[in-house]
C-alpha cells in the first residue's frame, strides 16, 4: 500500500513493522534499527543472506554520536561536504547497535540520505532506520514507490511514496575502520569526488567479488534480471540471436542503422548521472519486453560511468 502520511509512516515503524522508504539513490526497505525482531523482517522478506551487514540511516551526525557511533577524521571531512549524500561510511560499531543490524560485524555502516520527506521522518524517530534496498536479494533495486509495490508491497506495512529517485544508483560504500579508507562499494558518489575531499587515494583491493563474503552487495551476480543480460554490442550477438529478439541499452547514441525494436540510450546528452538515475528502470522495462536477450553496453569508465558499468557487470552474470 502506498502512503504520503508521514504520522502513518511513523506510526508503522514504530509498530516494528516494514516500511519502503525513499532516498536519493535507491528505495529502502527500513525497519526500526533497534528493534532486532523487526530487523530480522527484513531478512526475511528480501531473503537476504544472513550474513549480508544492513546500512543504518539518520537524519545528523549528531544523532549517529549519541548513539554512540564516532566517526573518525577522514569520515567527518567527507561528511561534511558530501552528507547528506549518496556515501556510505563504515566506522567501528557501539554496543548500542544490535549484532543482527551489522551480522556480527565489529563495524557498522551509516548513512545520512538527502531526500527531504525521509529526512523529515527520521527526524520524527527516535531510533535509526535499518535499510537495504527494497527489492528481493539480487533483483534489480527499485526507483520508484511502484517498483517496490510490484515485489514486496503485499509483504510489508506501506511504502512511503516519494517521487522517482534523484541518484538512481546504490551509495557508495567507503570503510574507515583502518588509516587508508577502503573503498568496498561503487556507488552514486563518484571516487573522484571522494579522493578530491580526502586528499588521498582509496584503498581500492577490497572492492569485491565472490571471494568476501562481508559485502553480498558486491557479489558478483546481483541486480540480475530475468532475461539473459550481456554486455556488448547488438552485433556481438547475432550468431544465436536476431535484432528482433534483442532490446538494447545504451549511453548516448542510438543504433540508428540497426533493425532494433527496442533501444534505450540512458542520456542522448551524455551525460553519467542523468544515465545513473535511468539505469535500474531500463532494465526492469527491457526485461519486461519479452525479448530473449538484453544488451548493454560499456559505459565510459570514469565518475558514475563506474558505478554503471559495476551494476551492469553484475546484471550480466545472469
Ligand atoms: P544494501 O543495503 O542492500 O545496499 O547492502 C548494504 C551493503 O552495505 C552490504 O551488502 C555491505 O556491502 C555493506 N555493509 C553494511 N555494513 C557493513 C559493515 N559493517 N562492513 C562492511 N560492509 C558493510
Ligand atoms: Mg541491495
Known sequence: MTITSLIEAKRILEAGQLLAIPTETVYGLAANGFDGNAIAKIYEVKNRPQFNPLILHSNSLERFQNWGV????????????HSPGPITFVVPKSPQIPDIVTAGHSSVAIRIPNHAL?????????????APSANLSGTVSPTTAEHVNQQLGHLIGGVLDGGECTIGIESTIVSFVNPIPQLLRIGGL?????EDVIGMPLDQSKLINNENP??????????????ALRLGQPEDFLTNYKYSEMAFIGFNNFNKHLPLNHQFILSPEGNLAEAAQKLFAAIRQADELNVKLIVAE???????????????SRAAKN
Not at 525521509?118 to 535499518?130: Q, R
Not at 563518484?190 to 571522494?194: L, Y
Open 190 to 194: 563518484s571516487v573522484e569526488a571522494i
Open 298 to 312: 560499456v559505459f565510459p569508465n570514469e565518475y558514475l560511468g563506474r558505478a554503471i558499468n559495476d551494476r551492469l
Open 118 to 130: 525521509t529526512l523529515e521522518l527520521l527526524s520524527m524517530l527516535n531510533f535509526p532506520l535499518a
Open 70 to 81: 564516532q566517526l573518525p577524521e577522514l569520515a567527518l571531512k567527507l561528511a561534511k561536504i
Open 214 to 227: 562481508i559485502a553480498p552487495g558486491m557479489l558478483s551476480k546481483h541486480y540480475a534480471p530475468k532475461t
